[in-house]
C-alpha cells in the first residue's frame, strides 16, 4: 500500500462471513483503505450497513442510486474484494448477470484494470456442481484473483464459516502490487 488512502469496493452476498464485517473493515482501514461497503440484498438483510457507513465514512450502497438524486456517488475504486462470495453470486457473475447491485458492481469492474479479490464461501458439496468450476474458470481467465475455499474458510465456537481475514488483506495487498507493476 502506498501512504495515500485508496479506496476499496468491498462486496458481500449472504453467507456467514458476512456476519464478521464489522471485524474486518477496521482491518483494512489500518491497512490504508478506505472502504465502500456494497451488500446484495440479502447480505444487506444480515448486516448492519448504517454502522458499517458510520465507520467506513463512506456510503454503503445495496440499491443503485436513482438518476439526479442528490445521495452521494460511491468513489472510484483502487480495488475490489468480493468476501463472502456464495456460491450463487460467483455463478451469476461469471455469467453477465447483474440482478443485483452488487453483482453489478462487479460486472463493471471486470471491464477496468482494477485489481478484484474474490473469497468465495462455499461448500465443498457445491464446489463439486460443474457451473462452478465453469465459473472460476472464467472469472480467473479475465483477472480475478479467486482465493480458494478451503485455504480462507475456518469454523468459529458457534460452528458458523468465517475467513482468515489477514490472508484476504495479503491476497488484495499482492494483487494490487502485482497491477501496479505491469
Known sequence: ????????????????????LKEFVPRLSADGWTVCVIATPTAASWIDLDALAAMTGCVTRVFPRPP?????????????LAAPLTFNSVNRWAAGISDTFALGVLNE?????????????????????????????RLTEAGVTLLDPDTITTRVEDGLATFDWSYLI?????????????
Open 68 to 80: 439526479r438524486q442528490g445521495e452521494k456517488s460511491l468513489p472510484r475504486a483502487d480495488a475490489v
Open 1 to 20: 500500500m502506498t501512504s495515500a488512502r485508496q479506496c476499496l469496493y468491498l462486496v458481500a452476498s449472504a453467507a456467514p462471513p458476512v456476519l464478521r
Open 109 to 137: 469492474m471486470l471491464g477496468t484494470d482494477v485489481p478484484i479479490v474474490a473469497a468465495p464461501c462455499v461448500k465443498p458439496a457445491l464446489r463439486r456442481h460443474p457451473a462452478y468450476a465453469d465459473s472460476v474458470t
Open 170 to 182: 495479503s491476497s488484495l495487498r499482492s494483487a494490487v502490487t502485482s497491477a501496479t507493476d505491469k
